[in-house]
């Protein structure tokens, strides 16, 4: 946090004093100066007159203060306070005091620290700035760095990676060098992001083919230029390299707490990830055809976006491709109605929604209700109160417990001022009553579709709903456990700018066991793609 930041966010007044004349005097023609930190760009300041005494922390080492007619230099060591008079051409006398924190180094990067080469890239030595400062941070942050990954082999791997780092860094080389370092902490919250923009420009010819990412290892086409490749043709092999290689070579860049989940995070990635360690001029890919069950290999030139536009051809229907955050279908004639619930954003919209939909059930006399998360990354988990109000069969609380951590480190990201440490609350009586028949409660059967991409406060939700036998959870296990990590900060890394989210607050959820951690188990599994098909057989069977 640079000086003038630490003073605009409320650093103290101590009282209104003369100034006195031993100390070192700065002069100036108005209340508005410039000072310098350790070297870097100066930055703007003013030195208000009331109260006649000002405090100012820094975490610098070398102060610069200039006015339009005189200059101070300060040299401050690390807990030690310097004062000086400053004085307007008014007459007007300030005592100014500078103190100087004990500073997180890698908060506060030199000037010569910062400096990047003239080709845009980044030396060895900061490099390794840049991610010590993640790591340091993560550490700071997150409740239980170690909770998956021994010390000694997260610290090992990270010694490792510093010590192989090339003289010429790019930004890509960093998120690659530090993205596995990320996701063996084994927290599917705390994860560093892939710098796209700079890699999947428009001028990159890139992989011209989109993949879908299966959980069994295997790729199938989504889309292909012209349709060279018939759509949901099950890959082979791609320039020699099998399907499950490729994305085994890939899982150590995604974090979750399980594989399925890992997977799942893999098909956002894919395009990225594969031009990252397997991009080439062309690729001989290799495929069955569904139709014809013939082994096809088919070569084609790396493409640029503007004309792969032009040329994919698009299966998907409009529902697969785009959608509300939530909405709803009924099928009077089948008697069910399906939720399509995507994100879990907000409660007021929720609300309204809920109301909505349930007003419609009620007067239709609907008594089949699916409630569709598999595709449902979380959210605000409040939002799934005001929905499992309506259905819950019985009073119920989302989570029993809760740690929370706070540091100087995550006050600074989130501008706030609680006091470090690490706080533990319980829940164990609090609950929350659903709604009564007057306020429209749903008394219908409900079945709820998950999948391993069902996360946060989709896992929430999904798992209090059946640990309070709201109805029939029908899909697969979630992403997302009964005891995880979650509520997250984003963290700038202070040389390359990569962003990485991190945790910093632990759940339990409703009456989970810390010795029994796994998803929502479903009570009837089925692959997620056929969830919704098994479900409509189960109504129209009447079981």
Partial sequence: MSF?????FGLATIAAIYAYPSIPVLKSSSVDIEYSEDGNAPENLSIINEPRYQLYNTHAHN??????????????????????????????????????????????????????????????????????????????????????????????????????????????????????????????????????????????????????VQQDGTLQCRMSPNDIIPYKSRILSINGHKPEDIINSMLPY????????????????????????????????????????????????????????????????????????????????????????????????????ADSMFTELREKNIGNLIIDIRNNGGGNSAVGDTLLRYIAPVPFRQFDRVIIKTSNLLNKIEDADDLPGVYLFENTDDVIAPRTEEEKHYNGKIYLLTSNFTFSSAADFSWVFKEIGAGTVIGEETGGMNVCFGDITIYEMPLSGLRCSISYKRFWQFNADENDIHGTLPDIEVPAQDALEKTLQLIKTGK
């Fill in 63 to 212: 102060i610069k203060l200039m006015s339009d007619c005189d200059t101070l230099n300060l040299t401050l060591k690390e807990l030690e306070s310097q004062k000086f008079n400053f004085i307007t051409a008014q007459g007007d006398t300030t005592l100014v005091e500078i103190f100087r924190d004990d500073a997180n180094s890698y908060e506060y990067p030199s000037q010569e620290m910062r400096k990047k080469n003239p080709n845009g890239k980044f030396g060895k030595d900061q490099a390794i700035f840049d991610i010590s400062a993640l790591m340091h941070a993560i550490s700071q942050i997150h409740p239980d760095i170690y909770y998956a990954c021994p010390q000694i082999k997260l610290v090992t791997a990270t010694k490792a990676v510093l010590d192989n780092l090339p003289d010429s860094v790019s930004r890509i080389d960093i998120y690659n060098a530090a993205a596995p370092l990320v996701a063996m902490i084994g927290d599917g919250h705390t994860h560093l992001s892939f710098p796209y923009n700079d890699l999947l420009t428009e001028e990159l010819y890139r992989m011209p083919v989109l993949f879908y």
């Fill in 4 to 8: 003038i930041k630490i003073f605009t």
């Fill in 254 to 353: 995604e974090s979750g707490e399980r594989k399925h989940f890992r997977i799942m995070r893999i098909q956002t990635d894919f395009p990225a990830l594969f031009q990252l360690l397997y991009g080439a001029d062309s690729y001989d890919i290799e495929y069955i055809d569904p139709v014809t069950n013939q082994v096809t290999t088919t070569t084609i030139k790396a493409m640029q976006w503007g004309d792969l536009c032009k040329r994919w051809i698009s299966h998907e229907t409009k529902n697969q491709v785009v959608s509300d955050d939530y909405s709803y279908t009924v099928d009077s004639i089948n008697n069910v109605a399906i939720m399509d619930f995507r994100s879990f954003t907000d409660t007021e919209k929720m609300s309204a929604f």
